[in-house]
């Protein structure tokens, strides 16, 4: 195996990716109690909503409240998904410490996510950039289906690439993510991708964007750090989807992604119990979850009880 990176940062988006495909609307206080609860377990990062249109995703209708609500732990930045320059606008307004818009790259998938096409989808995360800069709050530029599209499959290396480079190099923009967004990646896919565009684009922070769809999640990851990735979105419980790519599920699980990382010796700085126990909560108030930690237990908690039955019969 490559030499791993000897940390990494988990950024937790099940807020607003887990939350934005539940039908029952939670109520503001439970998403404020989880938010609040995950802050208190070392993560640094936590995507607490989205400031969309209430039509599209009723779920978040309530970002601004659930902005205001939410217990700023220090050093913890609270950021926000926007679909466009009025969404940014209401993520500024809102004090979010970061904000990220997201462009699909193939036309089917931009076509049915925005009604727009993937170079109108540029102009308009130019324009939300352009936006970030002037309020000095940093602006993450996503790249959906970079990995893989529902209706066109894997695109052509060279278009990731062009993509990429129109917001780092064009735009000035240091913050990018490449996202599997409906789980098709293989982890070599991952690999090439990831190490390609790290070495033609250093100047730029990357993060990892996975679905679990065929479980593949893990080893999509894994392959991630081996090219040098340092930083993952990963979900509570499992959470998540698309609601505009069919078959897409939840992303990574922040607790499986955790209890990897730790017994690979990747340093995160979040308490992997705590993180099980929220997501415990998470799974009572949404009712269900897709996350082997959270059903079996950590790897060192197994062990622990395999060396108290040990100790009892020896």
């Known amino acids: 195996m490559e030499r791993l990176p000897t940390s990494a940062v988990i950024c937790e988006v099940g807020p607003r990716d887990g939350f934005q495909m539940e039908k029952e609307f939670i109520p503001t206080a439970r998403k404020v109690e989880l938010i609040d609860a995950l802050a208190r377990t070392g993560l640094t990062e936590i995507q607490a909503t989205s400031f969309v249109h209430p039509k599209a995703i009723p779920q978040l209708a309530d970002a601004e409240e659930v902005m205001a609500s939410i217990e700023r732990v220090a050093g913890v930045r609270y950021t926000a998904l926007v679909p466009n320059e009025r969404g940014a606008g209401r993520a500024i307004e809102a004090e979010a410490d970061g904000v990220d818009v997201v462009v699909s790259i193939t036309e089917s998938h931009c076509l049915a996510n925005t009604n727009m096409t993937p170079e109108q989808a540029m102009e ?184 108290g039955t040990q100790a009892k019969t020896g």
């Open 124 to 307: 308009r995360a130019a324009n939300v950039a352009r936006m970030g800069e002037d309020a000095d709050v940093e602006v993450t530029i996503g790249f959906a289906t970079a990995l893989g599209c529902p209706f066109e499959g894997v695109p052509p290396y060279s278009r990731v690439e062009q993509f990429v480079g129109r917001a780092v190099e064009e735009l000035g923009v240091r913050s990018i993510s490449v996202a599997d967004t409906v789980g098709m990646a293989s982890p070599r896919l991952v690999y090439t991708t990831l190490r390609r565009l790290r070495e033609r684009f250093p100047q730029a922070t990357f993060t990892l964007h996975l679905h679990n769809t065929r479980n593949m999640g893990s080893a999509n990851l894994l392959a991630g750090l081996q090219a040098g990735v340092t930083r993952f979105d990963a979900s509570i419980a499992g959470l998540g989807g698309c609601p505009y790519a069919p078959g897409a599920t939840g992303n990574v699980a922040t607790e499986d992604v955790l209890n990897m990382l730790r017994e690979m010796d990747v340093e995160t700085g979040v308490r992997l119990d705590e993180v099980v126990e929220v997501a415990a909560r998470a799974r009572e108030v949404i009712g269900h979850a897709d996350s082997g930690v959270l059903q079996a237990g950590t790897s060192r908690k197994l062990l622990g009880k395999f060396e």
